[in-house]
């Protein structure tokens, strides 16, 4: 079956810093990848999504890029701000098995501090 | 309305209750899906309706739970005779067609004492 695995958080940054969150996949098919944020009190958003091999989703300075060949879709920033601070979500969709479902990892925590 | 909406918000009951949980989808969103959140884990699928049809119920724990959408509209999650392990955000999401991008409403967080 479907599976997503986060790096385990939490993380905790300074302004300004890099972020890399890991993500990898196990799916059947050719699933899209996506990244959901949740700031605190709120829902999930959608932050990012890639549909095919090779493409980069990109959204509010962050990116990741769909790769196939290692079943990664990574989450970067250049430079995090205060306003980053939330959990985010990590998800596929695999459209030829089961084109409702979404499959999340377990969310990792980021706070950044000024 | 402008986005996906859920009532309650909280909800607290005690166990061997029935609860009722309500999604509003945004209007003219073909998909709606259910999905149950414990805490400290992301959201897991539980089922979905593409109109009043319920595609696929594979996530739902239990015949205790069960869920319609009669007007392909609105949505209903039930829980029959509640248990303390069935506290959890439930999370409701809707789509314009199976393929699109899902939509999250804020949830309901459901509290069995």
């Known amino acids: 079956g479907n599976s997503v695995t986060q790096m385990e958080g939490p993380v905790t940054l300074s302004e300004e810093a890099f972020l890399t969150i890991n993500c990898t996949y196990t799916?059947?098919?050719?699933?899209?990848l996506f990244w959901y944020v949740q700031y605190p009190g709120e829902g999930l958003q959608l932050l990012l999504k890639?549909?095919?091999?090779?493409d980069k989703g990109s959204n509010k300075g962050f990116e990741a890029t769909y790769r196939k060949e290692t079943t990664s879709f990574h989450l970067e920033k250049g430079s995090v701000q205060v306003s980053d601070s939330a959990v985010y979500f990590c998800?596929?969709?695999?459209?030829?098995?089961?084109?409702?479902?979404?499959?999340f990892g377990d969310g990792t925590t980021l706070t950044v501090k000024p | 309305g402008a986005g996906v909406s859920q009532s309650p918000r909280y909800k607290v009951t005690k166990r061997g209750q029935d609860v009722a949980l309500r999604c509003d989808p945004i209007?003219?969103?073909?998909?709606l899906y259910w999905y149950r959140q414990a805490l400290g884990q992301g959201p897991e699928f539980l089922t979905y309706?593409?109109?009043?049809?319920?595609?696929?119920k594979s996530g739902l724990p239990n015949d205790r739970f069960s869920a319609e959408r009669p007007e392909g509209s609105i949505s209903t999650l039930t829980i029959q005779r509640t248990e303390q392990r069935d506290s959890a955000m439930y999370r409701c999401?809707?789509?314009?067609?199976?393929?699109?991008?899902?939509?999250f409403g804020p949830g309901t967080r459901l509290l069995v004492l």
């Open positions: 209007s003219g969103h073909v998909s």
């Open positions: 999401a809707s789509s314009l067609t199976g393929v699109e991008t899902q939509y």
């Open positions: 998800a596929l969709r695999s459209y030829n098995t089961n084109a409702g479902k979404s499959t």
């Open positions: 890639a549909t095919k091999a090779d």
């Open positions: 799916a059947t098919g050719y699933p899209s």
């Open positions: 309706f593409n109109y009043e049809a319920q595609q696929d």
